[in-house]
């Protein structure tokens, strides 16, 4: 809320100095006689329409009115729009009168369109370094990007200058060149503004690097294991991502839970998505990984401490090896079994060979929220290891494991409760 308070204050801020400079430029244009401060004054006009339509942006987007569940947030593409066709009208006006008319007005009244002219480059200067500090302030790229612009204004009133002195001391020539710049200004203004307008009303695609960022931050929870499309449209200055993950579970409840906790992540980490949808299925899985901690040729026991992991994969009721890898948890102080747990979830694994129960609840806890199922092995020789584990490949849940473990010692009880006793 503080956010917006902030923005809607710095827009007012904007279309005030807009509305003032307006004015300004074009009242001392008239008095004075000078076409290129003018045109200067309809290019601030352009400004004008441009900062109320941020303005009503903000405004619009807090908005909730029956009857437009998608928000109203286009309204300010229209007036965007709208402002574009005038900005190109005010463009044509001046072309019309200063460019292509045989009168040769001569600037009188220097003073007045001197003060004017030095007043706008001072005021231009001053509240383009305002809205950089805020941009920087808020993190925000269209402040940052409004205050180039700004700046760019300040340098197209030193044009100006040059016009009005070249006019007045004799080369009308001078500020009629200055006009041309100012005017090409002003169209560029008004193209941006229609182009950027026409794109979000056309729903547009927003750009490809926010959207390989956003499947970044998908792609980051742990039980995402695939991002297959995302797309993304704006809407007033308001973004709206639609996304197909595929995720490590099969319960629908988990399921649900990992989407809200993507969701909340992508709104956290990018600023102006206003809602995220996200479709999820669960990985279609042909063939079972199984991860077995060996020391050479042998079943290792001690599962976290073992030098190596083997990744062995059931196909068609065989089991082949797939690779060995190096234990990375073995060096660990604290956490090995976590860790290794988090791992060898990442590679895909469906089940891993541990050699006794206690593992501790953390473990089972996490070989849970991974979905990977257990087996008891005991440290054998490794070839009659994988040919047991082929005729028998089935794989426990660890809750269940662990429930039946825990209901054995505590005889129906709890082991807190046992330990309480
Ligand atoms: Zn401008």
Redesign the pocket.
Known sequence: MEIVKEKKRIALCSILVNLFLSVLKIVAGALSGSAALLADGI??L??LAASLSVYAGIVISNMKVKGFPYGLYKVENIISLVSAFAIFFAGYEIVKETLFSEKVIRVKNLPVALGAVILTILITYLFSRYERKKGEELNSPSLIADSE??K??ML?SIVVLAGILGNYFGFPVVEKVAVVVIVL?VFH?GYEIMVEALKVLLDASIDKETLDDIKETILSHPLVSEVKSITGRSSGSYKFIEAEVSVLTNDLEKAHNIVHEVEAKVKREHPFIEKIIIHFEPVEKKERLFAVPVDGDKVCGRFAECPEILILKNESGKLKEVKRIKNPAVNLKFGKCIELVEFLAKEGVDCIAVNNLPLGKGVIYALSAYNIGMKLITEEELNRFIGELSKNPYCEPPLAVWSFYTCDIAQGGSVENTRAN
């Open positions: 290019h601030s352009a400004d612009h700004v760019t204004d197209s200004l203004a």
